[in-house]
């Protein structure tokens, strides 16, 4: 088995691409060790010094680090990868699938058509052209013009995530939404 490592704008993180499907469907982005318990693979990545963060997305993972060096860990991240595939052991434990975000979106019903465009502006143009940087935004809410979204993965933390959102998430916005005056991260 042959895992592709890639950079992301994060200098934190990696994505890693074991060259399969990792999540059928949605997403899943593990913060801490305490909620990996529903990943055998989230589990054993977080045992290696330095993981402070898992995101899974449909063919892609993206390991978030603390100070520790990469080439110290990227080792034992490619092993932990390369067992859980090579042993057939799922991602997730039982059921569990989709992207794991409780959160309740919020907008007013009289920005229901507002809200169905900006929702498929963030599918066809930002999610995958984030998806590449090993990360993932989701729709939060929408009020007085301002959209309220969430970054994971390689984007959470990431250094140019506010430029990101900012300059090419709420440019694009404005564009074909007039509607909408702002874009914030939640």
């Known amino acids: 088995m042959f895992i592709q490592t890639e950079a992301t704008p994060n200098p934190a993180t990696l994505k890693f691409l074991p060259g399969r499907v990792v999540l059928q469907e949605g997403t899943r ?12 693979l989230a589990e054993k990545l977080f045992s290696i010094p330095g993981v402070v963060g898992i995101f899974f997305g449909h063919d892609f993972i993206t390991v978030t680090k603390d100070e520790t060096d990469w080439q110290h860990m990227r080792p034992a991240i490619l092993g932990a990868i390369m067992e859980n595939f090579m042993a ?3 991602v997730l434990r039982g059921e569990e699938i989709g992207d ?14 507002t809200v169905t465009m900006i929702k498929e502006l963030l599918e066809t143009r930002v999610r995958p052209a984030v998806a590449q940087d090993g990360g993932d935004i989701t729709f939060r809410g929408y009020r007085e013009g301002i959209v309220y979204l969430t970054m994971r993965g390689a984007c959470a ?9 900012s300059h090419g998430i709420q440019n694009l916005m404005r564009h074909f939404i007039p509607e909408v005056q702002e874009v914030k991260q939640m």
């Open 29 to 40: 982005d593990f913060r801490s060790a305490g909620e990996a318990g529903i990943s055998p």
């Open 88 to 90: 057939n052991t799922p």
């Open 100 to 113: 794991g975000d409780t959160g309740e979106e919020f907008f007013d019903a009289e920005d229901e058509e």
């Open 157 to 165: 933390g990431c250094p140019s995530s506010t430029a990101t959102l």
